[in-house]
C-alpha cells in the first residue's frame, strides 16, 4: 500500500498546524489550525468575517490547496485537541471536504463552537465524538485510534493511523505527565503496544517546541505547588490580586480558584475566552467549579463586576482573566492601560500563570502589557507555570516506546527543528534515509 503524508503547515512555524496521510486510496487529515501572531499584528481582525483565501495569504491558517494533488478521498479529519493553533482553521477549510470531523468530546465541542461563529461558510461536515482508547475503520484496511495523552488542555489525544504497512503516529502536542490534575496520565502502555503490533511504527511525526530543554517536562502537579506557593503567601494582603492563565488551561484554572478560596477570597472568570473554556469543561463534566462562581464573558458584564469588586473591596476577590500574552482586546491588557473600572494600585500583585510564547509578536505585546502594569505600581509574578510539551527526556522515551522506522518533526521552523533532529540522530537516523525535514506544502513518499 502507498503510503504518503502531506506536511500542509506547523512545519515553518508554531501553529496552522495541518499533516494529511494517504494510505492507499484513503486520507486522513490531522489537525486544521490558526497561526493566532498573524491575526494578532494586525488591529481588530475578526476572522470569522474573513474569507480563507486572505488568511491563507496573510499566513494564518495553512494553504491547503497542495492536497488537489494528494490521489484518495478524504475520510476524517482529526483534530488532536481544542487549542486554536490545532482547531482554529476548521470552520474556514472543512468544508471543502466530504468528510467528518472526527475528536474528543472536549475537543468536538470546541469545534462546534467555532463553527457557529463562523460567518462566512457554512460548515456541515459531521461531527463525531471518539473517546481516548477507541478505534474507527478508515475504508476497508485502516484504523484510526485515539491514545490519550498529556497536555495544557484537557481530553487530548495522539491520533494513530493503523496501516498494513505499519502505523502511523501524529505526535502533536503532549507532555510526559504521569500524575495530571484533570484526566488520566499519557498512556505510555499503548504506544509500546503499537510498537509491537503488525509491522510496528512506519513514520512518528512528533512536535519539536522544547526539544533543545534538558530533563524531563515537569507535571502539572508541579506548577499546582507553585502556585499554592505564592497565592497561600499572599493570604494577608489586603490590596488587589489578578491573575491570569491559558483560558483553556481548565486544570490550572481549577487549581486558581481551589486556592482564591483557600486564602478567602471570591474568584471570578473574566473574558470571553475565559467564560467559553471553563464554562463547556463544567458542561461537559470535566471539571468541577463553586456554585458561586461568577463566569462572565461580555464586555458590559465584565465592567459590572469590576465595578462590584471595587465598591465590595479589592481584598476579598481573585479576577481571573484573559491576557497572559499581553493581547490586545484581552481583560488583563484593558486594566494595564486603565480602560475598566478596576483601578491597580502600587503594590497590587498580579499572577502570570503562564510562559510568554516565544513568538516576536507575543514576546512584545507580552513586554507592553507588563510595562504598563508596572507603570501602574503592580507587582508581577512570572512564569508560575509548566509546558504542555515534550523536553529532550521525553523525546527519547518516545522514541524508546515508539521505534518508529521513520521520523518526521513538525511544530516549528528550521531553526526549532535542529536540537531534535540532533537528539535523533543521537538515536541512530539520518537526514534523508528515515529523518524527513519538511516545509509546508511538501509530501513524503514513505512506501511505493
Known sequence: MEIEIATIGGYEEVGRQMTAVRAGDNVVIFDMGLNLSKVLIHDNVETERMHSLDLIDMGAIPDDRVMSDIEGDVQAIVPTHGHLDHIGAISKLAHRYDAPIVATPFTIELVKQQIESEE??????DL?????G???????ECELEFV?????????INPVLHTPEGSVVYGLDKRMDHNPVLGDPIDMDRFREISREGEGVLCYIEDCTNASKKGKTPSETVAREQLRDVMYSLEDYDGGIVATTFSSHIARVTSLVEFAKDIGRQPVLLG???EKYSGTAERLGFAE???????????????????????EGKEDYLPIVTGH?????????RMARGETPYELDEGDKVIFSARVIPEPTNEGQRYQAETLLGMQGARIYDDIHVSGHLNQE??????????????IPAHQDMKGFAPYVDLARNQGYEIGRDLHITENGNTIQLTE
Open 120 to 125: 462566512k461558510f457554512g460548515v456541515q461536515n
Open 128 to 132: 463525531i465524538k471518539m473517546e481516548a
Open 134 to 140: 477507541s478505534m474507527r475503520d478508515i475504508g476497508d
Open 148 to 156: 490519550n495523552v498529556t497536555h495544557s488542555i484537557i481530553d487530548a
Open 272 to 274: 470571553r475566552s475565559m
Open 289 to 311: 467549579f463553586p456554585d458561586d462562581l461568577g463566569m462572565y464573558g461580555h464586555r458590559k458584564s465584565v465592567d459590572r463586576t469590576f465595578k462590584r469588586i471595587m465598591e
Open 325 to 333: 500574552q499581553g493581547e490586545p482586546r484581552a481583560m488583563l491588557t
Open 394 to 407: 521525553g523525546h527519547y522515551q518516545m522514541l524508546d516506546a515508539l521505534q518508529p522506522k521513520n521520523l
